[in-house]
Structures are given as structure tokens and as C-alpha cells.
């Protein structure tokens, strides 16, 4: 099991925000479905950069196969990253892309490191945003709980799932 910074543990219920009708303050965030590194770096006057938390071939939890549509057994590759604005974390990500997504020209989804994956999701003509589930989840070990977004990503018809966490140290900056 790869290291997260969040738990997110099987009961987390991820809506739709059609069915979230008391969302917070910053819905702004969950809900914008443009680019979140084109916003963060705006946010931050370019001061924004990413950390690659840990990558590695596992399995979905079966929310997220649900999410992608495929068999919980499959492997996927999962790329956890925190983005930085301004020398804090802003955002904990955690994408799932499926072997099969990862063929032809985007073979290079394996290969970002520290580079976000957001800016080439925008700038590929193929893709298609589902819709944006919202839920509220876990922080670390704490009993604090922040708010989360998650949607399925078709690049080509392609699947796969980016969830984001909205940290504190963002939703204070409101």
C-alpha cells in the first residue's frame, strides 16, 4: 500500500454536487471545473510548484474502481502529489490511471515526476471531464475532516480519477 497524507477510508461518501446541497464557503473550489494548477498558480503569483508524494502500481479502492468503471483487482498506477502555493501545501492529489489508459501518447502520464498532471489534462484536445463528486474526508490522523473533489478524466475515452483534498492552509486564504 503506498503512503497517503489523507485517510480516506471505504465509508467516505462521495456525492454529486447536485446532491451537496449545504457545500461550504469554498465551493468555489470544489466546484470550478477548469484547471486547479492554472488556478492555484494564479492564486500564488507563479509562487506554486508540486511534490510528488509517491507513485507506484496498486489497486483501486473500490469506491474508485467503481468511479473508473473497471475490476477493483485491476492494477493501476497511483501518483499521490501535494501543490504548493507560496511555500504551503495547498492540495493533496491522488490520481488512478489504469494500464490501458496508458498507451500511445499517453504513455507520458507514467513519467510527470514533479510536473502537474493538470497541465497536460488542459491542454489535451482528446480530453473530457465527468462530473465533480464532492465529500468530506479524514485529515492525516486528526479528527478534523476537510473537503475533497474527485472526477473521472476520458482522455481519448481513456479513464482515470483525479481526487484533489482542499487543505487548510488554502481555505484560510479565502
Excluded at 515526476?113 to 463528486?133: K, T
Amino acid at each position: 500500500m503506498l503512503p497517503t497524507l489523507c485517510r480516506q477510508p471505504l465509508a467516505v461518501r462521495w456525492r454529486s454536487y447536485r446532491r451537496s446541497p449545504c457545500l461550504p464557503l469554498p465551493r468555489g473550489w470544489l466546484l470550478d471545473s477548469g484547471s486547479l494548477t492554472a488556478r492555484l498558480l494564479a492564486r500564488s503569483g507563479g509562487d506554486f510548484r508540486v511534490e510528488l508524494v509517491a507513485q507506484g502500481w496498486g489497486h483501486p479502492n473500490l469506491s474508485e474502481a467503481r468511479a473508473l468503471k473497471i475490476d477493483p483487482r485491476l492494477q493501476v498506477l497511483i501518483r499521490e502529489v501535494r501543490l504548493f502555493g507560496c511555500g504551503q501545501p495547498w492540495v493533496h492529489a491522488r490520481s488512478l490511471i489504469p494500464a490501458t489508459t496508458l498507451t500511445g501518447r499517453h504513455r507520458k502520464l507514467a513519467h510527470l515526476g514533479d510536473r502537474p498532471l493538470g497541465e497536460l489534462l488542459f491542454s489535451d484536445p482528446g480530453m473530457q471531464r465527468g462530473a465533480i463528486e464532492t465529500a468530506r474526508i479524514p485529515l492525516y490522523t486528526s479528527a478534523s475532516r476537510v473537503w475533497a473533489r474527485r472526477s473521472v478524466f476520458l482522455l481519448d475515452h481513456k479513464p482515470l480519477l483525479v481526487s484533489e483534498v482542499f487543505l487548510p492552509q488554502l481555505l484560510q486564504l479565502q
